[in-house]
């Protein structure tokens, strides 16, 4: 079973360059989340989509993008990489919200030089 | 600022002690969850509370909800070098679909 599956594992940018992180889920679920973590911030929430067709802003959204594609994929754009954005990106995803138990990709170690 | 605040950030013991960690907040949540998180990979879902005042067992793992529904703690009884890892608590404070996460703490159990 491959779960939540995010691709590449690892990248490495030039300030203002962007790229896409892709983000799938075999498992039919509706929600579907980016985080990033830093050391001592644990995990902040950069965008979720609770379905398919909608995407709200979290935390952290400034600089990035989303795309909920279909119920299977929800991808995250950096338009313009900074080097704050050097961090681990991790997608997620739920049966549905309100308590239900996300699961996650192996993440995604972005640096921005 | 993080809805959920998690203490300590580290904790380093014993094996065989016991320790407690804490997620608070001044928020309502209908539920909070424990994660497990290892080095180079997700975190993974320990339990969900949803009652207030509930408690939970997992092994050596004792988990309780607030009554009021703003904090928990994860009790770990007799520590394993194999319960070395980051515990993340998490829950959707408001906004339907918003999971969140505290910072998490870093514990770490020598033999």
């Known amino acids: 079973n491959a779960g939540v599956t995010q691709t590449p594992k690892f990248q490495v940018l030039k300030t203002g360059q962007s790229m896409t992180l892709q983000c799938a889920q075999d498992?039919?679920?509706?929600?579907m989340y980016w985080y990033r973590q830093d050391p001592g911030m644990g995990l902040r929430l950069i965008y979720y989509?609770?379905?398919?067709?909608?995407?709200d802003k979290g935390e952290v959204p400034n600089g990035y993008n989303v795309s909920r594609l279909n119920k299977r994929e929800f991808s995250l754009r950096l338009e313009s990489a900074a080097p704050s954005q050097t961090s681990v990106y991790f997608c997620?995803?739920?049966?549905?919200?309100?308590?239900?138990?996300?699961?996650f990709g192996q993440g995604t170690r972005l640096t921005v030089v | 600022t993080q809805l959920l605040k998690q203490s300590p950030q580290f904790l380093s013991i014993q094996e065989g002690e016991n320790l407690t960690v804490y997620c608070n907040s001044s928020?309502?949540?209908?539920?909070l969850q424990w994660y497990r998180q290892e080095p180079g990979e997700g975190p993974v879902l320990l339990v969900t509370?949803?009652?207030?005042?509930e408690v939970k067992k997992l092994k050596r793992l004792t988990f309780q909800f607030g009554d009021a529904r703003k904090d928990s703690s994860l009790h770990i009884t007799a520590a394993q070098p194999g319960d070395t890892g980051l515990y993340l608590c998490?829950?959707?404070?408001?906004?339907?679909?918003?999971?969140?996460f505290g910072a998490g703490t870093q514990v770490v159990v020598t033999p």
């Open positions: 997620a995803s739920s049966i549905d919200s309100g308590g239900s138990e996300a699961f």
């Open positions: 498992m039919n679920h509706n929600s």
């Open positions: 989509s609770a379905s398919e067709g909608t995407t």
């Open positions: 928020s309502v949540f209908s539920s």
């Open positions: 509370v949803v009652t207030g005042g």
């Open positions: 998490a829950g959707e404070p408001d906004s339907w679909g918003k999971l969140q």
